[in-house]
């Protein structure tokens, strides 16, 4: 498959995604997400860690508002994350830029997050009469109930600085150095045995860091039900979409 929505970069055992829609802030279109999928499906052999970055000034805009909404796009959109999520190679966000929508969806769904200074991250959806169901599910998996409220309910711009506070990206590296702090954490995680970096990311997803209310959360937006149910084996997610089809 050749990619026009992305660009693709592999050294040893380390890959790095560009979103290359630059002129539409690299929103999430279904192009980019076949892409990504196909990506994710048929060419992670050999790599054990892969940087997510973005092009032009944009980390991503979310999804593309400009193309039409299918009867089952909230389940394709929960699909695609859940498979990113799911894989055992580690994915590292490396943030260029405004994060808005399901990119904050596609930040929570990477194992670790770099962001430049200048970052700022926000759910502007009830802003539109929306309610961001999918970007909230993900996040109640990462963050406290109360924050992921904060985000949903006003639609405000939480700061980087906020958003490692809060545990949402791990670090904020020295403007303009995102994207080779990130690539050099990459190189030393692809470097350790691929069955345990697995091992790891499964556990580190799916022991739960908060009590009764994330499970709670996560039931009420009908969206997921991880923490209700035993992990299969070989999944870190494995429920599907609970939302309006």
């Known amino acids: 498959?050749?990619?026009?929505?992305?660009?693709?970069?592999?050294?040893?055992s380390v890959a790095t995604i560009t979103l290359n829609r630059?002129?539409?802030r690299n929103a999430l279109s279904g192009?980019?997400?076949?892409?990504?999928k196909d990506f994710v499906e048929n060419r992670l052999d050999g790599v054990n860690a892969v940087v997510v970055t973005g092009a032009g000034p944009a980390f991503c805009a979310g999804m593309d508002l400009k193309e039409p909404v299918g009867h089952n796009e909230g389940k394709e959109q929960w699909s695609f994350f859940k498979l990113l999520f799911n894989t055992n190679t580690i994915f590292i966000a490396a943030l260029n830029g405004p994060v808005r929508g399901a990119g904050l969806t596609l930040v929570s769904a990477c194992d670790m997050a770099i962001a430049d200074p200048s970052v700022n991250f926000a759910l502007p959806q009830i802003t539109h009469g929306i309610y961001g169901g999918v970007a909230?599910?993900?996040?109640?998996?990462s963050l406290p109930?109360?924050?992921?409220?904060?985000?949903?309910?006003?639609?405000?711009?939480i700061s980087a600085e906020r958003a490692r506070e809060v545990g949402l990206i791990n670090t904020i590296a020295e403007p303009g150095e995102y994207l080779n702090m990130a690539k050099a954490l990459a190189k030393r995680i692809a470097g350790f045995k691929?069955?345990?970096?697995g091992i790891a990311k499964?556990?580190?997803?799916?022991?739960p860091v908060d009590d009764a209310g994330r499970e709670l959360a996560l039931k009420e937006a009908r969206l997921a039900t991880l923490l209700s149910r035993p992990l299969q084996e070989d999944k870190v997610i494995d429920t599907e979409y609970?939302?309006?089809s």
């Open 1 to 12: 498959m050749n990619y026009e929505n992305l660009i693709v970069e592999i050294e040893d």
């Open 202 to 207: 499964h556990m580190a997803q799916s022991v």
């Open 145 to 157: 109930k109360k924050v992921v409220m904060e985000m949903t309910i006003t639609g405000l711009p």
């Open 22 to 24: 630059p002129e539409q």
């Open 136 to 141: 909230a599910a993900m996040l109640h998996l």
């Open 194 to 197: 691929p069955e345990v970096l």
């Open 242 to 244: 609970g939302g309006n």
């Open 31 to 36: 192009a980019l997400r076949a892409e990504f």
